[in-house]
């Protein structure tokens, strides 16, 4: 039974694919379109899991969408009728939309794809909820979702067990933990929805100086709930998510984007980050008490904040801890989807979610295709020559892409669609940084690390396959500045062989090469471009930066021996800045 899942216009726009149960392919549109948080109707993402498959939409049994559009339109009508006439801008913005777009959507679903049948919508909160729990390894679990907003929801409470999934508490708009985190995002000058994960990057260098301000916008219990004081803030009304009583509040005004990151900036930072780690992890606690389980389930866009994340794992009641790659919206795809097949056809969970890598791949004559194409130089090697030579160019401080196999579902790239390099040498931050990323250098880069290795490095013990824990790297291994943050902590990426064999066998080599089973590991795009996804984008990208060496498949390429691209727009351009 094949059952395609959809997440659409709100923003990272996904298609997830799932064959009895199984996630046979997943993606986001932004991959395809290279429009970066693509929330347009996520049709290249449903063709792409399709073809995956091998399979035509008639085959497809049940197409789930992850939201209920009515409510989100009852509670936007509502919210504008209760704050009119300030709302006026707003509505007049977003309701065409609406009527054109978000009210249709089983309208749209059946017209773009040519589908016959039903089309299953479950709520917002309970597709980030069985996100999680449905593919956990769990047979019971607590569950917390967190995020800006859905229908009404923007945070709720519950259990899982076997396929059914309850939830027991919900805290409703306006007044939502993930639009506080953006409401700040907006106010340090920051892309919102979108560099969220830059405020928590500032905030080590901060210190919570103004927690107590940000006390007087968002009180809690000890149980984790909580109410906003909407005095300052826009966002339910307004164009922009703050007003003026915030910027009297902290006595600044909003930061320019790209001016100049002050002290103040930090200490904001480190304060909301403060306050949001308080009250995920009351919330996990109260969850644990509510379920009285030892596991927990996460998922919603705050639960890509890994500090927070890190701390629930060391200060909270849990034995163990399941977030999935792609906790946000994007994973909505796979919640509902997953929702239908167990909860709602009562089929049994056999199915765990264990790896990232559920996008295209490109075959090895596809890419020598590619490469004799576009006139490229480029020396063909067996695995043992292309892990040698690669560990030994990364050894020997270049910068090198890495494209191999299926890309990552999720924000983060995990070994498949990476730019790696030494993790020792200090300098590597800002050369990644400001020679190929063209972003800004205050944020180090996340490391890699051997899996049975992690637990030397850093303060972890347990795995963290995406990306989603913080710990601290260990006092007597400082050595890999570069991907150690000021306060000492590193945003992990555990490897293991199973789930990533190349990629493993490329770290140990390096290890065997330098004694450190360590390297930096970000996502291979620019600044503002969604992470690469064929083999074109990876050469561009390899041609347009000051990347040294590109290894793709088993094709090795040299910067120095490539003719310069011949382009003739500029392609800094195509990229709004986050
Ligand atoms: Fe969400």
Redesign the pocket.
Known sequence: MYILGISCYYHDSAAALLHDGRIVAAAQEERFTRVKHDQDFPKNAIRYCLREAGITIDDVDYVGFYDKPLIKFERILYTYLATFPRSFPSFIKAVPLWLRKKMWIPHIIKSELGYEGEVLMIE?HMS?AASTFLVSPFEEAAIVTV??V?EWATSTIGKGQGSEITLYKETRFPHSLGLLYSAFTYYLGFKVNSAEYKVMGLAPYGEPKYYDKVLELIRFDEDGSFRMNMKYFAYDYGLTMTNGNFEKLFGQPVRKPESKIEQFHKDVAMSVQKVTEDIVLRMTRHAHELSGSKNLCMA??VALNCVANGRVLREGPFEDIFVQPAA??AG?AVGVAAYLYHTVLGKPREYVWEHAYLGPSYSTDDIRKYLEASGARYTELGEDDLLERTAGAIRDQKVVGWFQGRMEFGPRALGNRSILADARNPANKDVVNLKIKFRESFRPFAPSVLEERAGDWFELDCPSPYMLLVAQVRENKRTIPSVTHVDGSARIQTVDRKSNPLYYDLIKRFERQTDCPVIINTSFNVRGEPIVCTPHDAYLCFMRTHMDVLVMDRFFLVKEDQKPLEEDVDWQSLFELD
């Open positions: 917002h980030h995020d800006g859905g919603g866009g946000g919206d909505g």
